[in-house]
Protein backbone atom coordinates (compact mmCIF):
# COMPACT_ATOMS: atom_id res chain seq x y z
CA UNK A 1 0.00 0.00 0.00
CA UNK A 2 2.93 2.26 0.65
CA UNK A 3 4.54 1.67 -2.59
CA UNK A 4 0.68 3.11 -4.24
CA UNK A 5 1.07 6.16 -2.14
CA UNK A 6 4.58 6.98 -3.05
CA UNK A 7 3.90 6.44 -6.81
CA UNK A 8 0.97 8.15 -6.97
CA UNK A 9 2.81 11.11 -5.00
CA UNK A 10 5.46 10.87 -7.64
CA UNK A 11 3.27 11.26 -10.29
CA UNK A 12 1.49 14.07 -8.56
CA UNK A 13 5.35 15.82 -7.99
CA UNK A 14 6.24 15.13 -11.94
CA UNK A 15 2.81 16.58 -13.91
CA UNK A 16 3.87 19.27 -11.45
CA UNK A 17 7.18 19.74 -12.42
CA UNK A 18 6.36 19.73 -15.71
CA UNK A 19 3.46 22.52 -15.68
CA UNK A 20 6.45 24.65 -13.58
CA UNK A 21 8.65 23.96 -16.58
CA UNK A 22 6.10 25.03 -18.97
CA UNK A 23 7.15 26.26 -22.78
CA UNK A 24 9.06 28.96 -23.28
CA UNK A 25 6.78 31.89 -24.96
CA UNK A 26 8.62 34.33 -26.71
CA UNK A 27 7.75 38.23 -26.75
CA UNK A 28 6.15 38.33 -30.30
CA UNK A 29 3.96 35.15 -29.63
CA UNK A 30 2.35 36.83 -25.79
CA UNK A 31 1.20 40.04 -27.94
CA UNK A 32 -0.17 38.21 -30.47
CA UNK A 33 -2.42 36.01 -28.19
CA UNK A 34 -4.54 38.39 -26.92
CA UNK A 35 -5.41 39.88 -30.45
CA UNK A 36 -6.23 36.42 -31.08
CA UNK A 37 -8.53 36.04 -28.51
CA UNK A 38 -10.13 39.83 -28.21
CA UNK A 39 -11.07 38.51 -32.02
CA UNK A 40 -12.71 35.44 -30.78
CA UNK A 41 -14.42 36.80 -27.90
CA UNK A 42 -15.84 39.54 -29.81
CA UNK A 43 -17.14 37.25 -32.70
CA UNK A 44 -18.68 35.01 -29.77
CA UNK A 45 -20.61 37.90 -28.34
CA UNK A 46 -21.62 38.74 -32.06
CA UNK A 47 -23.65 35.45 -32.23
CA UNK A 48 -24.62 35.64 -28.53
CA UNK A 49 -26.27 38.92 -29.83
CA UNK A 50 -27.84 37.47 -32.73
CA UNK A 51 -29.09 34.29 -31.12
CA UNK A 52 -31.10 36.78 -28.19
CA UNK A 53 -32.14 39.10 -30.82
CA UNK A 54 -33.74 36.20 -32.77
CA UNK A 55 -35.14 33.99 -29.68
CA UNK A 56 -36.75 37.61 -28.69
CA UNK A 57 -38.74 38.19 -31.62
CA UNK A 58 -39.46 34.12 -31.79
CA UNK A 59 -40.92 35.43 -28.08
CA UNK A 60 -42.70 38.59 -29.32
CA UNK A 61 -44.45 36.47 -32.35
CA UNK A 62 -45.43 34.16 -30.67
CA UNK A 63 -46.53 35.68 -27.20
CA UNK A 64 -49.75 35.08 -26.18
CA UNK A 65 -51.79 36.80 -23.16
CA UNK A 66 -53.87 34.23 -21.99
CA UNK A 67 -50.96 31.36 -22.20
CA UNK A 68 -48.46 33.34 -20.27
CA UNK A 69 -51.15 34.10 -17.56
CA UNK A 70 -52.07 30.33 -17.54
CA UNK A 71 -47.81 29.83 -17.44
CA UNK A 72 -47.76 31.95 -14.49
CA UNK A 73 -50.49 30.55 -12.48
CA UNK A 74 -49.11 26.71 -13.04
CA UNK A 75 -45.26 27.77 -12.09
CA UNK A 76 -47.26 29.79 -8.84
CA UNK A 77 -49.01 26.50 -7.77
CA UNK A 78 -46.51 24.24 -8.80
CA UNK A 79 -43.92 26.01 -6.86
CA UNK A 80 -46.10 26.54 -3.92
CA UNK A 81 -46.63 22.80 -3.69
CA UNK A 82 -42.68 22.11 -3.93
CA UNK A 83 -41.95 23.99 -1.51
CA UNK A 84 -44.21 22.15 1.14
CA UNK A 85 -43.32 18.69 -0.02
CA UNK A 86 -39.59 19.58 0.57
CA UNK A 87 -40.58 20.73 3.82
CA UNK A 88 -42.18 17.63 4.52
CA UNK A 89 -39.33 15.48 3.12
CA UNK A 90 -36.76 18.28 5.73
CA UNK A 91 -38.69 17.34 8.54
CA UNK A 92 -38.85 13.32 7.85
CA UNK A 93 -35.25 13.39 7.03
CA UNK A 94 -34.37 15.57 10.36
CA UNK A 95 -36.71 13.61 12.42
CA UNK A 96 -35.36 10.09 11.25
CA UNK A 97 -31.50 11.20 11.57
CA UNK A 98 -32.39 12.78 15.56
CA UNK A 99 -34.02 9.08 16.22
CA UNK A 100 -37.90 10.29 17.30
CA UNK A 101 -40.63 8.24 16.17
Known amino acids: MGTRYFLALFL ?3 VLGFEVQG ?12 AVLTKV ?7 WD ?8 LYKKT ?10 DIYSKSTA ?9 TDQVISL ?4 H
Open 41 to 47: QESLLGY
Open 12 to 14: ILL
Open 81 to 89: AVTTYAGIF
Open 63 to 72: YLPAMDEKIR
Open 23 to 34: DPVTQQEETASP
Open 50 to 57: LAKAAAHN
Open 97 to 100: LKGE
